[in-house]
Nanobody
Framework: QVQLVESGGGLVQAGGSLRLSCAASGSIFSINAMGWYRQAPGKRRELVATVTSGGSTNYADSVKGRFTISRDNTKNTVYLQMNSLKPEDTAVYYC?????????WGQGTQVTVSS
């Protein structure tokens, strides 16, 4: 089992920045990919960005050029640097970790971008 704890959400004005963090614990040796999903009110949960243990990244088109995902394997932590935030980025952001068998989810952290 893997446990994930997110931090760093909050309220920011459009054009501002936030950095989300997610610390993993438990069976961390089995983790391959880590990343972030988000879910806005009334919408489906969607992929934001992922990063593999080797450092390969993948981004949703809507955040490319604005968000950067990074991973510190020594701290078992994944980060999401969010710049040039837009009101449409408002959502609950969920950290994920994947091994060969399962996807683990954090509890979510709220990001609200005011116009």
């Amino acid at each position: 089992q893997v446990q994930l704890v997110e931090s760093g959400g909050g309220l920011v004005q459009a054009g501002g920045s936030l950095r989300l963090s997610c610390a993993a614990s438990g069976s961390i040796f089995s983790i391959n990919a880590m990343g972030w999903y988000r879910q806005a009110p009334g919408k489906r949960r969607e992929l934001v960005a992922t990063v593999t243990s080797g450092g390969s990244t993948n981004y949703a088109d809507s955040v490319k050029g604005r968000f950067t995902i990074s991973r510190d394997n020594t701290k078992n932590t994944v980060y999401l640097q969010m710049n040039s935030l837009k009101p449409e980025d408002t959502a609950v952001y969920y950290c994920i970790a994947q091994d060969h068998f399962s996807t683990y989810w954090g509890q979510g952290t709220q990001v609200t971008v005011s116009s």
